[in-house]
Antibody, heavy 120, light 110 residues
């Protein structure tokens, strides 16, 4: 399994950014995927998740209404569109492959992350 | 404020055993499996334990997990200096319809 994030960078407060995660070496279209972020010196924060088909999406309260997760299964790519960015969104954003069942949810493979900095 | 509660830090000597606790509620740990992640300095997190007590291929049996009610525990035996890392518990929260993590525990091997 390989996950490679891209699209991070410096953006002004109120701005937008789109992150991408290129997936390979597994059947992307059947797998739940997630985004997790980590602010500098802080712990992990789950951000969003999406089903294999893209028909179901989930968000943390802190980003709901501002962030949109999507996927292009023909390109094996996961996206995170981030709008109305705030300073507190500054973090390393990780893409992760998830295993999700009736009672279980865990992230078994992670990318190396991409840094998003929101600052004027 | 994390949904799951972990101690900020634990420490033990090389060769010893340490446990890290993770406390939640009926909407998360109480009704869902727990996973644990290790994050070495400067690296991405890595899955250590899933479904409360299962180890992915390649994870040594020095690492173990357990769950009781709304709490879970990660155990590490035969501590090595290379085990110094941040450890996070995680699960799904059925009320939030979201993934949740603990605040993380920094392990120091003295």
């Amino acid at each position: 399994v390989q996950l490679v994030e891209s699209g991070g960078g410096l953006v002004q407060p109120g701005g937008s950014l789109r992150l991408s995660c290129a997936a390979s070496r597994f059947t992307f279209s059947t797998q739940v995927m997630s985004w997790v972020r980590q602010a500098p010196g802080k712990g992990l924060e789950w951000v969003s998740g999406i089903s294999g088909s893209g028909g179901s999406t989930y968000y943390a309260d802190s980003v709901r209404g501002r962030f949109t997760v999507s996927r292009d299964n023909s390109k094996n790519t996961l996206y995170l569109q981030m709008n109305s960015l705030r300073a507190e969104d500054t973090a390393i954003y990780y893409c992760a492959k998830a295993e999700a069942g009736s009672s279980g949810y865990y992230l078994d493979y992670w990318g190396q992350g991409t840094l998003v900095t929101v600052s004027s | 404020q994390s949904v799951l509660t972990q101690p900020p830090s634990v420490s033990a000597a090389p060769g010893q055993k340490v446990t890290i606790s993770c406390s939640g509620s009926s909407s998360n740990i109480g009704n869902n499996y727990v996973s644990w992640y290790q994050q070495l300095p400067g690296s991405a997190p890595k899955l250590l334990i899933y479904d409360n007590n299962k180890r992915p291929s390649g994870i040594p049996d020095r690492f173990s997990g357990s769950k009781s009610g709304t709490s879970a525990t990660l155990g590490i035996t035969g501590l090595q200096t290379g085990d110094e890392a941040d450890y996070y518990c995680g699960t799904w929260d059925s009320s939030l319809s979201a993934g949740v993590f603990g605040g993380g525990t920094k392990l120091t091997v003295l």
